[in-house]
């Protein structure tokens, strides 16, 4: 099956570091975050993508294994994997690792659900969705 996938980099700020001067595991989340935005800008599946069609996109589950430390500094590469599934849900995967020794220092995945503008769930794919994974060869 076709795998879609972006690769995003990503530089370790000042902030984003804790007092034993090391990514706070908190702000993977940011980084998973910032994966996701650049494969909705490279495959047409942004935010404003889903909204313009009438539908929000909230995660309703993150799960990160944490491999290796990070410091202020360090680049990243941020690759992101769409998992295509039956259900009515946007399944991510990800692999993120250090560039200067390609470690990889977390995995992660992500699912987010479908609601319509009014809050509901959507518990069959929107038409929207349906054409996009066609359109993607999924």
Aim: hydrophobic share 35%; aromatic share 14%.
């Amino acid at each position: 099956m076709k795998k879609l996938i972006n690769t995003t980099n990503i530089k370790v700020r000042f902030s984003e570091v804790d007092a034993m001067q090391i990514v706070w595991h908190g702000n993977y989340v940011k980084f998973l975050e910032d994966g996701r935005e650049a494969f909705g800008q490279q495959y047409g599946l942004g935010y404003y993508d889903v909204y313009d069609k009438g539908y929000l996109t909230p995660i309703v589950k993150v799960d990160i294994d944490y491999k290796n430390q990070v410091h202020y500094g360090d680049e990243l590469e941020v690759k992101t994997i769409f998992k295509s599934v039956d259900a009515a849900k946007i399944y991510f995967e990800y692999e993120i690792s250090r560039k200067t020794d390609q470690k990889i220092v977390a995995k992660a995945m992500s699912i987010q659900v479908f609601l319509n503008k009014e809050g509901e769930l959507q518990i069959t794919n929107p038409p929207f969705y349906i054409e996009w994974k066609n359109e993607q060869g999924l």
